[in-house]
């Protein structure tokens, strides 16, 4: 429950915010009514399952209710704002804000604007975003899978056609991750990471263009993501992690504890 896990992160301090989890947890109410749910709001965040027609339906509903400056936020992580928001009388103050799961541990927010959006509503976003601890970056128009998907689905789709080919094993690929690029990662992204791996990044191409452009190249289709592939995998992450609730919930909880743990190193390697 919410209070549990706020009274568990306060114990390991890394609640966020200047209240205490039992203040925190007095702001924090459940409503069924939609319009005395959000009344006096100036901020709204949908985050209703990833399904177009329940949160269109949503989005009209507060359409009629809110007024001309309250922000209508939606959370989720692949549908376009267009798709969403588009016709709502009140689209200019329409965005997608999308957070990381889990987002309490992972600060990102991709805020990403719909055509007709006020570039206000998206200032607006960003402050807020930065405000309670969020580390939120602007996209500057819609585009599929936003941005950290798309990075993210780079990496997935080589991942399987390495596997797939018989390359490396499934659980060494994770490896090639979590012990390698990922630990760069936690800290500087891709492009950092070519700026300080040569002498600035214009030295970097220079060096490294040409041998980057013929392994891209080698770089096969977009995977089927199905068939003996799917079972391969699936079987080496069995092995590791059984698909039992019980197992599941303790390597999330696991999971969990590690991003907490890095969370806290990374605030104190930016104090530094």
């Known amino acids: 429950s919410v209070s549990k896990q706020m009274k568990e992160m306060e114990k390991s301090g890394i609640l966020k915010?200047?209240?205490?989890?039992?203040?925190?947890?007095?702001?924090?109410?459940?409503?069924?009514?939609?319009?005395?749910?959000?009344?006096?709001?100036?901020?709204?965040?949908?985050?209703?399952?990833?399904?177009?027609?329940l949160k269109k339906k949503i989005f009209n509903q507060l359409d009629l209710?809110?007024?001309?400056?309250?922000?209508?936020?939606?959370?989720?992580?692949?549908?376009?704002p267009s798709k969403l928001f588009t016709g709502l009388k009140h689209v200019k103050q329409c965005i997608v804000s999308h957070p990381v799961n889990p987002?309490?541990?992972v600060p990102l927010i991709e805020i990403v604007p719909?055509?007709?959006?006020?570039?206000?509503?998206?200032?607006?976003?960003?402050?807020?975003?930065?405000?309670?601890?969020?580390?939120?970056?602007?996209?500057?128009?819609?585009?599929?899978?936003?941005?950290?998907?798309?990075?993210?689905?780079?990496?997935?789709s080589e991942a399987w056609r390495l596997v797939g080919e018989g390359i490396i094993?499934?659980?060494?690929?994770?490896?090639?991750?979590?012990?390698g690029l990922g630990m760069r990662y936690a800290?500087?992204?891709?492009?950092?990471?070519?700026?300080?791996?040569?002498?600035?990044?214009?030295?970097?191409?220079?060096?490294?263009?040409?041998?980057?452009?013929?392994?891209?190249?080698?770089?096969?289709?977009?995977?089927?993501?199905s068939g003996e592939i799917v079972q391969k995998v699936n079987q080496a992450m069995s092995e590791k992690i059984p698909v039992v609730p019980k197992v599941l919930d303790a390597r999330r909880k696991w999971r969990d504890?590690?991003?907490?743990?890095l969370a806290k190193l990374k605030t104190q390697m930016k104090s530094d």
């Open 169 to 179: 094993s499934p659980t060494d690929l994770d490896l090639v991750m979590s012990d």
């Open 187 to 225: 800290f500087i992204g891709p492009l950092e990471t070519m700026h300080l791996n040569a002498e600035g990044v214009s030295n970097y191409c220079e060096r490294y263009a040409e041998g980057m452009r013929l392994v891209l190249n080698t770089f096969g289709p977009v995977p089927e993501f």
């Open 257 to 261: 504890e590690c991003l907490t743990g």
């Open 103 to 105: 987002p309490y541990f």
């Open 65 to 80: 209710i809110v007024g001309d400056n309250v922000i209508l936020s939606s959370s989720t992580s692949c549908l376009l």
């Open 114 to 156: 719909h055509p007709e959006t006020d570039p206000s509503t998206t200032e607006r976003t960003y402050a807020l975003m930065k405000k309670i601890g969020q580390s939120p970056v602007k996209l500057s128009r819609e585009i599929e899978g936003f941005v950290l998907n798309r990075l993210q689905y780079a990496v997935i």
């Open 17 to 53: 915010g200047s209240l205490s989890a039992e203040q925190q947890l007095a702001l924090i109410s459940v409503c069924t009514d939609l319009k005395a749910a959000v009344e006096g709001a100036t901020f709204i965040q949908e985050c209703t399952p990833e399904n177009l027609e």
